[in-house]
């Protein structure tokens, strides 16, 4: 069987040597604590600013959002209404430019429908077909008179007067 015994080696002790008196021993004595560079308010403020500048911060750009989404919203809400203004709009564009609201717009100006038209050749200038006058049923509206100096000249569609080129199928 094993032995469960430790093996003890034999304590050593140091020898000693005769001390030499020719190296005296300092003394030994008590030292202060070292002095800091300063205390510890300077870092607590800086703390303390970094803390208050991060929450201000943090307030500010919470309240810069909450305008920037009433801002959103009101202009949602402007898009909105536009939106329907311009069906609205659209629609009673549609209704005013049927025949039927044109004819009548045409009549309360004096304009009549015409019973048998005439044409004018643009190569020689000459009416084709025979014309009367209107007869109206309404009476005319009046025609404010201008001054001819302050009569706006007719408006010349081309700058030089050339022939009438057509469309293109006026021969055929």
């Not at 009046?142 to 302050?150: M, R, Y």
């Amino acid at each position: 069987m094993a032995s469960t015994s430790a093996v003890h080696a034999p304590a050593v002790r140091p020898v000693r040597g005769p001390r030499s008196s020719a190296v005296p021993r300092p003394r030994l004595t008590v030292v202060s604590s070292p002095r800091t560079a300063g205390g510890s308010m300077p870092f607590t403020l800086l703390c303390t600013l970094i803390v208050v500048s991060a929450l201000a911060a943090l307030l500010y750009l919470n309240i810069q959002m909450s305008d920037t989404s009433y801002e959103i919203t009101r202009l949602q809400s402007q898009s909105q209404r536009l939106t329907e203004e311009k069906q609205a709009l659209s629609e009673t564009n549609e209704r005013l430019g049927t025949p039927q609201s044109l004819e009548r717009q045409a009549r309360e100006i004096g304009m009549v429908p015409v019973t048998d038209p005439a044409y004018i050749d643009l190569d020689t200038g000459k009416i084709l077909g025979e014309t009367s006058p209107a007869q109206q049923t309404e009476v005319n509206p009046e025609l404010a008179d201008v001054p001819a100096e302050k009569a706006v000249p007719p408006a010349e569609i081309y700058d030089e007067p050339t022939t009438y080129h057509g469309m293109g199928n006026e021969g055929a």
